[in-house]
């Protein structure tokens, strides 16, 4: 590890491209960054072009983007979106939007469930009780018991049929 304020950055050197066709390609030079992330406990190489920045900007930048990236895959999975629906770019805004929303909603009632859900497992769960009158705090508390309120006895209803 570094004796510096980012530990986390191992090297930070300039490379060139050996390979003749690499190097046909790309005949700049390039920097390689090598960070430790401590959650999954390895190394990981970034290659880049960017020379101004210091290692440790770009380190985070792309920690950043890789949360964009999961944050994308966890909507495209949780909710099936497979392809846009709608053409135009206010089309698809709208379904990102939706999306987005969605995926902040789900994740607030994740949050505020006394019971520790798997996001997926809640999507699912939602899905197949969508139209059950229950009381949301209580079933994603307690999703195994039974939720139903007998109705009020003092409301009294004709038969339709």
Do not use: C
Not at 38 to 43: A, C, L, Y
């Amino acid at each position: 590890m570094p004796d510096s304020r980012h530990q986390h950055i191992l090297k930070d050197e300039i490379i060139e491209l050996k390979n003749k066709s690499s190097k046909e390609k790309y005949p700049k030079r390039l920097r390689r960054i090598v960070i430790w992330d401590d959650v999954n406990k390895q190394t990981i190489e970034l290659i880049t072009n960017q020379m101004k920045w210091t290692a440790n900007t770009i380190s985070e930048l792309y920690k950043s983007r890789w949360q964009i990236e999961i944050f994308f895959r966890e909507i495209k999975q949780l909710l099936h979106i497979k392809s846009f629906i709608g053409t135009t770019e206010n089309a698809v805004m709208i379904q990102i939007w939706t999306a987005l929303i969605t995926i902040l909603i789900l994740k607030v009632l994740k949050a505020m469930a006394k019971y520790k859900w798997h996001l997926s497992n809640l999507v699912g769960f939602i899905r197949l009780n969508l139209f059950v009158k229950i009381d949301l705090q209580k079933w994603i508390d307690r999703p195994f018991e039974d939720h139903f309120d007998p109705p009020p006895q003092n409301i009294i209803q004709g038969v339709l049929f």
